[in-house]
């Protein structure tokens, strides 16, 4: 069975940092891309970062640009999302998500090329 578990959400205060980590199992790490989706009540997801461990490619959202760090951790098969100078509108529940898509235009930030999905941990950033 293929699992993802995502943990590290939390309360943070505007400005504040988190650190998620999503750990993957029933996979071969290396093969796949994660990516990190966040949804707001009300909202559809929206892609925050994705990274290709195959090669360590990264991509991210601009509302996050310049504040979040994407890695992956190969050895643990864990992805890690570093945010910092968090903001209010960061609230959301955070996924984590697995894609082997190897397409021609891979659009990473589309949340249905992604196959298996992590349960949600919820960040809350107060002002």
């Known amino acids: 069975d293929v699992r993802l578990v995502e943990s590290g959400g939390g309360l943070a205060q505007a400005g504040g940092s988190l650190t998620l980590s999503c750990v993957v199992s029933?996979?071969?790490?290396?093969?796949?891309?994660v990516g990190w989706f966040r949804q707001a009540p009300g909202k559809e997801h929206e892609g925050v970062s994705c990274?290709?461990?195959?090669?360590?490619?990264?991509h991210y959202a601009d509302s996050v640009k310049g504040r979040f760090t994407i890695s992956s951790d190969n050895a643990k098969n864990t992805t890690y999302l570093q945010m910092n100078n968090l903001r209010p509108e960061d609230t959301a529940v955070y996924y984590c998500?697995?894609?082997?898509?190897?397409?021609?235009?891979?659009?990473?930030?589309?949340?249905?090329?992604?196959?298996?999905w992590g349960q949600g941990t919820q960040v809350t950033v107060s002002s």
């Open positions: 998500a697995l894609t082997s898509w190897d397409g021609g235009s891979f659009m990473w930030d589309s949340a249905e090329i992604y196959d298996t």
């Open positions: 029933g996979i071969t790490f290396h093969d796949y891309a």
């Open positions: 990274i290709v461990n195959e090669d360590g490619s990264t």
